[in-house]
């Protein structure tokens, strides 16, 4: 089990210090927040291979983070003179029985536990040849020519395998329509899956057939050439059966779905069928990588996947997920997320179980719109949203989209769950809630503890006005001005008309050119969020 | 409990070894190291016939455990920010020389001189890591040809007893020829066939149970019977029995005139062995050192003795430890017959042997 990783230097991650925990791990960030590479560094660490290559084959410049680069050929020659970029990852494992060859110190916090690093830094071999290039004002790149790739445990033992106690399973969601049919991750994970005398057999019996055809059916074609072999070379020739490693049964054996070969079946049901060969691995202690499980994935199927890797976890296997969906992180459990944020990793307290449970149950609800937003503004549903998005332009001549401020409707959600779930985040949020005939002190007394002046607040409108949003809206806009704005003429009831048709009222609000007044709640959230 | 067997030679120590390999259990995890390299190839080659095994067995020789299991991993313990980078076998890095530079030299390669000391000292600064990793790594650990350890190896050895380790040893302290380190004063009185005392001490504190192994498969009585009798009775050895009852034209204990040898050659094919290069210079025989020959099996054995070992023959002079283990290896090759070449003839107490 990997109880904590280190990157440095490692593209977008200058220095990364997280602690996984056993179980399932999410990773959630916006894009180009460095989820796949921290996916990546990690099967890089433990397999030394990088989409089935070896790491010193693959690497290139940009493997080093760009700020280093830079400030290292700025400062070069200068008295501010820094280091030559250095790649490093580790990767710090539980002190289990079957690790103890991995173990030792030698890892950058000197933790005596199993581990393995992989660090790339500049050759000693090439010392004068990277000098040399250096003086000679050459381009911003690293030249990575003059770097070695060190891939060793903690005890300071060379590398030049995957240690064979640790499992490794990277399931990305690329399309799988090689010519081999199978893909390099899951071919290992098909042969890792058998044990050695099943394998044996397979190889075995491969061998054997291919041998039977070259004795049966090329015997006498064979023959037949042999007779004729003056016309053709002067030594005998023959066709046999390819025998040589190529042709291993490896390449021969894929997996099939329903009677369709692997590569075949669709791209749902490939994910499905590697996560299960993956999870169901007799091995130790196994790493499971998962990029985003949804890709490719109608809702129910999703749906299935997810309970099949609830239902094969077991202790002994750890699983880094990344997502970008919503359904993925609540389903598989909010007190398990993983927050990237410009390749830094945001902090994040216990969740209470009861919240974890209540986001599995609403898993359909947009949550990582509240993990990632930057400022947020939370509404009771559409109509309290639309109109916040026109007080909120108004005030500040943007829309709320362009200042970096989300508005998300409640749906069901109560303000405590998601001012709880902001909380541990330490998010800003301004939450705008409806009186409903309670007086505010009432409301806040439930959520005082996850507020904070300084970046969380609720603001309840006053119940002087009215319940809800409608009334409020009536008691500060002159009548006229009001139904001018909503297109309600004088023979409707403007008040039962607001109260039938909110989402209408949010909407024309919005898209009205006339001038509109606020309630004094909206704008003091405005306030708050500008 | 860490056991240690006392075997006579050809008592199929290495065997022993192999053999319980071989039994072990599934999933058991077996460590077997030996000093020398000829025994780590020997135990390599004789498990390969046995595998797959179904235990996991590792064979490593005595440095590369010490480089490998208590020093490479904790280095940084001892020596902040240090990296072991390789042994220095034959550096010395001077006598008054103190911390790291008594131990590593300026690449960053231990001194073999003062391994097992620099493996202590590292063992120690983190904890007894070393040995905590050890016994998590390994249900057991055997030593073959243990009787070689000297000095601070002895210490080494002492630790990995006091650990919760399950220590296997096996050796003959008569084979006593080689050293891990001739050099380290540490533990002097113990040196050699000495080492039996260092057992000795260890098993009254109730850390080593000691059992003796006392039957030859390799030379018939008669030759065992004079191996036995080159060590007197003070030692406290147990007779050694003989399961070798083949019988040839050419069996036990001779003296060959130096005018007989080509003759003898032609005849018996003997190997021929001496004290050194420098020793027999005037015989031009195809010699092994008695030293290197620890380990092997011939026939019938041709030795150039030393002078104190025809003392010994003539006059019962006693050899000095090393001699009388010497003495002892080169007899102990032999499984029919084992021959002196000296012109002193009968004057040795042995059979003539005449064309």
């Given at each position: ?5 280190v990157l440095?230097g ?9 602690r ?10 916006d894009?180009?927040?460095?989820k ?8 890089l660490?433990l397999t030394?291979?990088i989409?089935g ?13 760009s ?7 700025a ?5 501010q003179?820094?280091?030559p970029?250095?790649?490093?990852i580790?990767?710090?494992?539980r002190n ?8 030792g ?6 933790t005596?536990c199993?581990g ?9 071999a090439?010392?004068?040849?990277f000098?040399d ?8 790149v690293?030249?990575?020519e ?9 005890a ?5 395998q995957?240690?064979?106690?640790l499992?490794?399973?990277f399931?990305?969601a690329?399309?799988?329509r ?9 071919r290992?994970?098909?042969?890792e899956?058998l ?6 057999t397979i ?8 041998q039977?055809i ?6 006498p ?13 002067d030594?005998?020739?023959?066709l046999?059966?390819?025998q040589?490693s190529?042709t291993?049964?490896?390449t021969?054996?894929?997996p ?18 590697k996560v299960?060969?993956?999870m169901?691995?007799t ?13 490719h ?5 999703l ?5 099949r890797?609830e239902a094969?976890?077991t ?16 389903k ?6 993983l927050l990237?944020?410009?390749g ?7 969740l209470g179980?009861?919240?974890v449970?209540?986001?599995r149950?609403l ?6 719109r ?10 009771e549903?559409p109509s ?5 998005e ?11 989209l362009?200042?970096?401020v989300d508005i ?7 303000f405590?769950?998601a001012l709880?779930l902001?909380a541990?985040?330490?998010?800003p949020?301004?939450g705008?809630?409806?009186n ?7 409301i ?7 507020l ?5 607040h609720?603001i309840v ?7 809800t ?5 009536a008691a ?19 008040a039962?008309w ?7 009222v949010g909407?024309?609000?919005l898209?009205s ?6 309630p004094?709640y909206i ?8 | 409990?860490?056991?240690l067997t006392l075997?006579?030679a050809?008592?199929?120590k290495?065997q022993?070894?192999v053999?319980h390999?071989?039994g ?19 135990l390599d080659?004789r498990?390969?016939?046995?595998r ?5 067995v590792?064979?490593?020789g005595?440095?590369s ?7 490479r991993?904790y280095?940084p ?6 990296r ?14 103190t911390g790291e530079?008594?131990f590593?030299?300026?690449?960053g ?9 620099l ?5 120690a ?8 990793r ?5 249900d ?6 243990v ?17 919760p380790i ?7 302290v ?6 891990t380190n001739a050099h380290d004063p540490?533990n002097?009185?113990?040196?050699g066939?000495?080492i ?6 260890q098993a009254?504190?109730g850390l ?5 192994a006392?039957t030859?498969?390799r ?30 034209d050419?069996?036990g ?9 080509a003759t003898?050659?032609?005849?018996f094919?003997p ?21 290197v ?15 104190p070992?025809v003392?010994?023959?003539c006059?019962r002079?006693p050899?000095g430890?090393?001699?009388a283990?010497s ?17 002193l003839?009968g004057k ?6 005449t064309?």
């Open positions: 089990m990997i109880e904590r990783i440095r490692y593209r977008r991650f200058a220095h990364l210090d997280i996984p925990i056993p179980g399932m791990n999410i990773i959630v960030g894009n180009e927040s460095g796949s590479t921290l996916i990546e560094a990690i099967a660490a030394g291979k989409n290559r070896w790491a010193v084959e693959e690497l290139n410049p940009f493997w080093f983070h700020k280093d680069v830079a400030e290292f050929f400062k070069y020659g200068s008295d003179s820094t280091q970029p250095e790649i490093l580790e990767l710090y494992l289990e029985d079957p690790l103890q060859r991995l173990r110190v030698h890892n950058s916090s000197g005596d199993p393995v690093r992989l660090r790339v830094t500049p050759s000693d090439y010392a004068v040849e000098r290039y250096l003086t000679s004002r050459p381009p911003p690293i030249p990575v003059f770097y070695a790739v060190e891939w060793r445990d903690f300071d033992q060379p590398l030049n995957r240690p064979k106690e499992a490794v399973a399931i990305d690329r399309t799988i090689s010519t081999s049919g199978v893909d390099y991750h899951t290992e994970m098909l042969s899956h044990d050695s005398s099943e394998r044996t190889s075995l019996a491969h061998r054997r057939a291919r039977e070259t004795d049966s059916v090329l015997g074609i064979n023959q037949r050439i042999a007779s004729a072999k003056s016309s053709l070379h030594r005998p020739m023959g046999q059966m390819d040589s190529r291993s049964w490896e021969g054996v894929v099939q779905v329903d009677g369709i070969p692997f590569a075949m079946a669709g791209q749902g049901q490939q994910a499905s069928v299960a060969l993956a169901s691995r091995a130790g202690s196994t790493c499971l990588l998962i990029e985003e499980p949804e890709n994935l109608s809702y129910t199927s749906a299935r996947l997810l309970a890797i094969l976890a202790k002994d296997q750890q699983l880094f997920v990344t997502t970008h969906s919503s359904y993925v992180l609540n598989l459990g909010l007190d398990r997320l990237l944020h410009d830094r990793p945001a902090k994040f307290a216990a179980d009861d919240t449970a209540y986001f149950k898993a359909g609800y947009d949550t990582l509240l993990v990632l937003a930057r400022k947020l503004a939370l509404v549903g309290d949203a639309l109109v916040l026109r007080a909120f332009r108004d005030a500040t001549g943007t829309s709320p362009d200042a970096g998300v409707s409640m749906g069901g959600l109560t405590k769950r709880e902001c541990c985040l330490d998010r949020a301004v705008i809630q409806d409903d005939g309670q007086s505010s002190a009432d806040l007394e439930s959520v005082g503890h996850l904070d002046d300084s970046k969380r609720l409108s006053d119940p002087d006005y009215g319940p949003l409608e009334p409020q809206l500060v806009n002159a009548e006229g001005a009001l139904r001018r704005v909503l297109g309600v003429t004088e023979r409707a009831d403007l039962t607001m109260k039938n048709n909110k989402t209408d909407l024309r609000v898209d050119t006339e001038d509109i007044v606020f004094a704008q003091e959230a405005v306030a708050l969020l500008r | 409990m860490n056991c075997a006579v050809g008592g199929r290495t022993s070894i053999d390999c071989a072990a259990a599934q999933g058991r995890r077996i460590l077997v190291l030996t000093y020398t390299q000829a025994n780590q190839r020997e080659a498990l390969s016939r046995h797959p095994l179904l235990a996991s590792d064979v490593q005595w440095f455990f010490l480089l490998s299991h208590w020093v991993p280095l313990r001892r020596f902040p920010q240090r072991l980078r390789g042994l220095n076998f034959d550096g010395d890095p001077g006598q008054y020389a530079p008594r590593l030299d300026a690449e390669r231990a001194y073999k001189r003062h391994l097992a000391q493996a202590l000292d590292t063992n600064a983190c904890a007894s890591a070393v040995l905590d050890l016994h998590r790594m390994y057991e650990v055997h030593i073959d040809e009787q070689d350890l000297n000095g601070y190896d002895l210490e080494v050895l002492a630790a990995l007893m006091q650990s399950e220590l296997h040893l096996v050796g003959d008569r084979q006593a020829l080689l050293r540490k002097k009185q113990y040196m066939i000495r039996k005392a260092w057992f000795d001490v009254s504190a080593l149970e000691i059992s003796h006392s030859t498969w030379s018939n009585q008669l030759i065992a019977d004079f191996a036995d009798s080159i060590f007197d009775a003070s030692w406290g050895f147990e007779k050694t029995i003989s399961e070798n009852s083949s019988v040839t050419h069996d204990m001779f003296v060959v005139l130096p005018e007989h040898v003898y050659m032609e005849r094919d190997l021929c062995l001496r004290h050194s290069v420098s020793s027999a210079v005037s015989l031009d025989l195809p010699f092994s050192n008695i030293g020959a620890k380990g092997r099996s011939a026939d019938r054995v041709l030795i150039a003795p030393t002078k070992m003392d010994f023959l006059k002079k050899l430890d090393l001699a283990c003495l002892y290896v080169a007899v102990t090759r032999a499984r029919a017959s084992a021959a002196f070449v000296s012109d003839g040795l107490g042995l059979p003539v042997w064309p």
